[in-house]
T-cell receptor, first 111, second 113 residues
Framework: AQRVTQPEKLLSVFKGAPVELKCNYS??????LFWYVQYSRQRLQLLLR??SRESIKGFTADLNKGETSFHLKKPFAQEEDSAMYYC?????????????FGGGTRLMVKP | KAGVTQTPRYLIKTRGQQVTLSCSPI?????VSWYQQTPGQGLQFLFE???????NKGNFPGRFSGRQFSNSRSEMNVSTLELGDSALYLC????????????FGSGTRLTVV
């Protein structure tokens, strides 16, 4: 079974402070991991994926297979980063593919 | 290019009725997935379709069904609606089947009264 855990439902930081959104996963195979973001009144959108090893809007995430984690980090939070963040794992099951989402973390960046 | 389009945006139905939701993927995308989003259960996988074939199904009762057409458009149907089916139903498409990032639609908000 595949499972994604985001231990914090709410994370509140001040503007300019570092941010780390935690994500832990459980999967027997080789996982593909993603971070999705949902800004207020907007659709769920892909922020980044681990295979790309990219930095989007200043966010990065490193896959740590030993700790089965994929934490999202940003060195200096901005107010526009306030949103709901979902960690997701993509894995094969049966003949198809599916995304398993964590419960989400609401990030609030205070001025 | 146009994103993933879901219709209708909002729907109110009565218990016991059935409902059909529609999803048009991004042009050229052949994989379509459906998810249910609720405050209590979060985002849960419903089905995945690729080239008109259901490849995967989540842990939902048989009242939930879907299909994909030759143009990759997809529909999902919920029969004998229950109050607990009230949720935001999201459709996502991907160019290929596999571990690629999906593009999501805005969703259909279904309210069952």
């Amino acid at each position: 079974a595949q499972r994604v855990t985001q231990p914090e439902k709410l994370l509140s930081v001040f503007k300019g402070a570092p941010v780390e959104l935690k994500c832990n996963y459980s999967y027997s195979g080789s996982p593909e991991l993603f971070w999705y973001v949902q800004y207020s009144r907007q659709r769920l959108q892909l922020l980044l994926r681990h295979i790309s090893r990219e930095s989007i809007k200043g966010f990065t995430a490193d896959l740590n297979k030993g700790e089965t984690s994929f934490h999202l980090k940003k060195p200096f939070a901005q107010e526009e980063d306030s949103a709901m963040y979902y960690c997701a794992l993509s894995g094969m099951r049966n003949a198809g593919n599916m995304l398993t989402f964590g419960g989400g973390t609401r990030l609030m960046v205070k001025p | 290019k146009a994103g993933v389009t879901q219709t209708p945006r909002y729907l109110i139905k009565t218990r016991g009725q059935q409902v059909t939701l529609s999803c048009s993927p991004i042009s050229g995308h052949r994989s379509v997935s459906w998810y249910q989003q609720t405050p209590g259960q979060g985002l849960q996988f419903l089905f995945e379709y690729f080239s008109e074939t259901q490849r995967n199904k989540g842990n939902f009762p048989g009242r939930f069904s879907g299909r994909q057409f030759s143009n990759s458009r997809s529909e999902m149907n919920v029969s004998t609606l229950e109050l607990g089916d009230s949720a935001l139903y999201l459709c996502a498409s991907s160019a290929k089947q596999g571990n690629y990032g999906y593009t999501f639609g805005s969703g259909t908000r279904l309210t069952v009264v």
